[in-house]
């Protein structure tokens, strides 16, 4: 079949040609239970965490939450899924034991902080790096695995303490979902360095992690999830640099005439093109889109497998110096604006001079305005 160009996929008129390859996939449906191999021992945990009460569940998920996390009532994680399955997507994950007096492994830092020290982006969730800073990371040591910034609005269950396990989501469509399974059993886990948000301009540094593609939700279960949450993700959709993908699949369900349906190669075309799609889509077709079963969250393990004490000590020693620099730096700025704005004051201050009268001797002062820009001085 004849490809259409990036225009013709925007126009808005379409024929027969336009039957969808991806959508006649089979379908899939998800494991409410993780797909996730466990010992004898992990699943007599488990089996003795299904036999308990939910209040007990409940404290025991709360005591692995880092007490400084800020967590407003919209955004709390016990709202996002039913607790017993929380319990059991975490269960299989163990710990990473670090040696907490080794050093402050509770201290922060601002994003920003990290953008100047490693450079990065300070928005996303994987910054991205110059050659010249990569390599200098590389050279420090800390080059292992790409870096991770989480942020509680889409990640509930991301670990917020040294060690700890968590919970990672990502979205996508089913044809990603069998392609990740295939890397699953190809090849190793993605390696990242995760730093996570705990409140404004507090960021930490919790270890090196394995991150592995274990499940994802249901059509139902994606309906369970408040407004709140649906709205976050489609806003994510909509907005940022990772939604491209669903962008382009959005747009292309929704032509008139689509039958919601494309071509790999029509996705392949649009999401690989120029247009990025934003402003193309509303959030309201994103959530249709999940309500329907098209889009789905993907659900990834968190286990952490390295705590580098040394990164985490560069950030020790390397922040007070750096927020005094900060702090001088504003306060220079500050001087300089009131110097600026009492110069400029001083300029627009009426001029005094004195005039001779033509009767008399006595002299005359008389005040001359100096005007402003949008209302000069008339000579």
Not at 88 to 99: N, T
Not at 140 to 156: I, R, S, T, V
Not at 246 to 266: D, K, S, V
Not at 354 to 364: A, C, G, Q
Request: glycine share 6%.
């Amino acid at each position: 079949m004849k490809i259409k160009s990036e225009e013709d996929l925007f126009s808005t008129s379409f024929n027969n040609d336009f039957v969808g390859e991806v959508d006649q996939a089979s379908p899939v449906t998800a494991a409410v239970c993780p797909p996730v191999s466990v010992d004898s021992e992990t699943k007599a945990k488990i089996k003795k965490w299904e036999d308990e009460d939910e209040v007990a569940t409940r404290s025991r998920l709360r005591a692995s939450r880092n007490p400084r996390l800020k967590v407003k009532k919209e955004n709390d994680p016990e709202l996002w899924l039913d607790i017993k399955t929380i319990a059991r997507y975490y269960e299989p994950i163990p710990d990473f034991p670090v040696d907490e007096e080794e050093l402050d492994t509770d201290f922060v830092v601002p994003r920003l902080f990290l953008s100047k020290t490693f450079g990065g982006n300070c928005q996303e969730t994987y910054p991205t790096f110059a050659k010249d800073k990569r390599k200098e990371l590389e050279m420090q040591g800390f080059g292992d695995g790409e870096w991770a910034c989480l942020h509680q609005h889409y990640n509930p269950f991301m670990p917020t303490r040294p060690g700890r396990p968590g919970l990672f989501f990502g979205s996508g469509d089913k044809c990603e979902i069998e392609k990740l399974e295939v890397k699953k059993k190809n090849g190793p886990p993605r390696r990242d360095r995760v730093i996570a948000w705990l409140k404004p301009n507090q960021w930490l540094y919790v270890g090196q992690y394995d991150v592995s593609f274990t499940s994802f939700l249901s059509k139902e279960e994606w309906l369970q999830l408040t407004p709140k949450v649906h709205k976050t993700w489609a806003k994510g959709v909509c907005e940022k640099e990772w939604g491209k993908g669903h962008r382009a699949r959005i747009f292309l369900r929704n032509r008139p005439g689509a039958n919601r349906q494309f071509t790999e190669a029509e996705f392949r075309q649009l999401s690989e093109g120029e247009s990025n799609l934003k402003g193309r889509i509303t959030e309201e077709q994103v959530i249709e889109s999940f309500n329907r079963g098209e889009e789905f969250i993907f659900v990834y393990s968190m286990k952490c497998v390295g705590y580098e004490y040394d990164f985490q000590r560069k950030l020790v020693l390397e922040y007070p110096a750096w927020q005094e620099k900060m702090t001088a730096t504003a306060k220079q700025e500050k001087s300089n604006k009131r110097t600026r704005k009492s110069e400029e004051d001083d300029e627009q201050a009426p001029r005094v001079r004195r005039v001779k009268k033509t009767s008399s001797s006595d002299m005359e002062t008389e005040y001359v305005p100096r005007g402003t820009k949008s209302r000069p001085r008339r000579t």
